[in-house]
């Protein structure tokens, strides 16, 4: 990521979204490898897929100039998980499109840093890339990322509701939750 892409991001009070770096990478595996961040993903990743993770992420900034960011929090941890946006790998009646998102490291939960954190992104998505909406997506019990998802303002239409095309069919977790954010400029 370039510096003036992350210069160019709103700092949250607590948080700094920021680039990656490679003392990132054994937290993030650490992070990927919690079955209780994991309990809404189809799997727990091991050292090697963490790191092709943040791989894709990188590669995903290159391409699109805006990606997900590394959580630092002011005083407190230099890493904690990631909030960003990124444009979907798979096709769906919502896609292309722009979908908010965050993966916090459990020991940090319930502490608000996800929202902060993503409502720094929206900010970002709306102002600096002129965004006209962006989405996020969930399965139906992850209650944590749907408040997440309130708290934002983002609206849930069920008629939006999808089968995950990267799961098979039968997995529990196929079922997702779509909720829309639009930008509404002032008047």
């Given at each position: 990521?370039?510096?003036?892409?992350?210069?160019?991001?709103?700092?949250?009070?607590?948080?700094?979204?920021?680039?990656?770096?490679?003392?990132?990478?054994?937290?993030?595996?650490?992070?990927?490898?919690?079955?209780?961040?994991?309990?809404?993903?189809?799997?727990?990743?091991?050292?090697?897929?963490?790191?092709?993770?943040?791989?894709?992420?990188?590669?995903?900034?290159?391409?699109?100039?805006?990606?997900?960011?590394?959580?630092?929090?002011?005083?407190?941890?230099?890493?904690?998980?990631?909030?960003?946006?990124?444009?979907?790998?798979?096709?769906?009646?919502?896609?292309?499109?722009?979908?908010?998102?965050?993966?916090?490291?459990?020991?940090?939960?319930n502490r608000g840093?996800?929202?902060?954190?993503?409502?720094?992104?929206?900010?970002y998505a709306f102002?600096?890339?002129?965004?006209?909406?962006?989405?996020?997506?969930?399965?139906?019990?992850?209650?944590?990322?749907?408040?997440?998802?309130?708290?934002?303002?983002?609206?849930?239409?069920?008629?939006?509701?999808?089968?995950?095309?990267?799961?098979?069919?039968?997995?529990?977790?196929?079922?997702?939750?779509?909720?829309?954010?639009?930008?509404?400029?002032?008047p």
């Amino acid at each position: 990521m370039k510096d003036d892409v992350e210069k160019s991001v709103p700092r949250a009070v607590r948080l700094r979204l920021c680039e990656w770096r490679d003392e990132d990478l054994a937290a993030f595996a650490d992070l990927n490898a919690d079955p209780r961040m994991a309990e809404h993903l189809p799997k727990t990743l091991t050292r090697t897929e963490s790191d092709q993770f943040v791989s894709r992420i990188c590669a995903h900034f290159e391409k699109h100039g805006f990606g997900l960011w590394a959580v630092e929090v002011s005083d407190v941890a230099s890493f904690i998980g990631f909030v960003g946006l990124s444009v979907p790998r798979f096709d769906a009646h919502f896609t292309p499109c722009s979908e908010i998102g965050w993966r916090i490291a459990h020991s940090y939960w319930n502490r608000g840093y996800a929202t902060e954190g993503a409502r720094a992104a929206v900010t970002y998505a709306f102002s600096e890339l002129g965004l006209s909406e962006i989405v996020s997506f969930t399965v139906p019990h992850n209650l944590a990322s749907r408040r997440v998802m309130e708290k934002l303002k983002m609206s849930h239409d069920p008629s939006d509701d999808f089968d995950h095309p990267m799961l098979s069919e039968g997995d529990p977790l196929r079922r997702h939750v779509l909720c829309r954010l639009k930008n509404r400029p002032s008047p």
